[in-house]
């Protein structure tokens, strides 16, 4: 674990994902109070919850369980400018603990596969208003019958991934109205995260020359941005764009 938080110690973001994607995403959702209230799940260090709060004037909850993403969002957003509408919450996306109809929007970006994402979806709900929205951003298959190669990387590692048609099935069988999804381009995995990881790595194998659980870490993170790159056609994060009816 300390030579993962390591690796991504201080990283534009945590996952693909950027500005632009969520700029995009925000534009689809209508009729938002002047002050909407949102709460970011496993905001990392916050590249999209400081975008949001520069988009309106709202009043954001952004909830991660690791500290140091929070102080790194917390010193962001401080010097955005924005620290007035983002409060940081170190806590589990499994226990919430929020008024019942309390949040306008419930946004997360790559993060809700750690809880499931039709869990998440039914068990979150609770807490978003009626009419209210989820902008969620997942990885998704974007193509039926992927090479064998990145079907067994993805089986170990995220078995539970699935084609965009069942995610947008599942938004619907929970009984939401599903507006909208587009996947995020590649530059999205790149600028923000792929290339800055890579950068850390290089820098790390220096440092744990010789090391042979270490650079087995870092083999591991290399493997998922070489897999990338050659199968990018086949998978890529998607935003799911619901309303709560
Ligand atoms: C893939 S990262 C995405 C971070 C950020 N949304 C982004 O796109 O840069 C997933 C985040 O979920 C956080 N996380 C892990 N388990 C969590 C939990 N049980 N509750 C809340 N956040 C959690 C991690 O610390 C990490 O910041």
């Not at 919850?49 to 520069?54: E, P, Y």
């Not at 983002?86 to 809700?112: H, P, Y």
Request: glycine fraction near 8%.
């Amino acid at each position: 674990m300390e030579i993962f938080f390591e690796i991504h110690k201080d990283l534009p973001r945590e996952g693909p994902g950027n500005n632009e994607s969520t700029k995009k995403s925000f534009s689809f959702l209508k009729q938002l109070p002047l002050n909407p209230r949102i709460l970011d799940i496993g905001c990392g260090p916050g590249m999209q919850t400081i975008q949001l709060a520069k988009m309106t004037d709202c009043k954001i909850i952004a909830l991660d369980t690791h500290q140091p993403f929070l102080d790194e969002l917390n010193r962001r957003a401080k010097r955005k400018g924005v620290q007035d509408r983002i409060e940081t919450v170190n806590g589990s996306m499994f226990s919430l603990d929020f008024k019942d109809d309390f949040f306008d929007i419930i946004w997360s970006e790559g993060a809700i596969y750690i809880f499931g994402f039709g869990k998440g979806l039914k068990e979150w709900r609770q807490f978003l208003k009626k009419g209210g929205y989820f902008v969620i951003s997942e990885l998704s298959w974007l193509k039926q019958n992927p090479p064998e190669e990145i079907k067994g990387f993805w089986k170990k590692n995220y078995p539970n991934i699935k084609l965009i048609e069942e995610n947008i099935q599942i938004i619907k069988n929970l009984g939401y109205d599903f507006l909208h999804n587009f996947t995020i381009p590649e530059s999205g995995w790149w600028d923000d995260y792929y290339i800055p990881l890579k950068n850390r790595i290089t820098l790390l194998r220096k440092k744990y020359k010789g090391n042979i659980e270490a650079n087995k870490v870092l083999d591991q993170e290399l493997e998922e941005i070489f897999l990338y790159k050659k199968y990018s056609e086949y998978y890529g994060y998607v935003f799911y764009i619901i309303q709560n009816k």
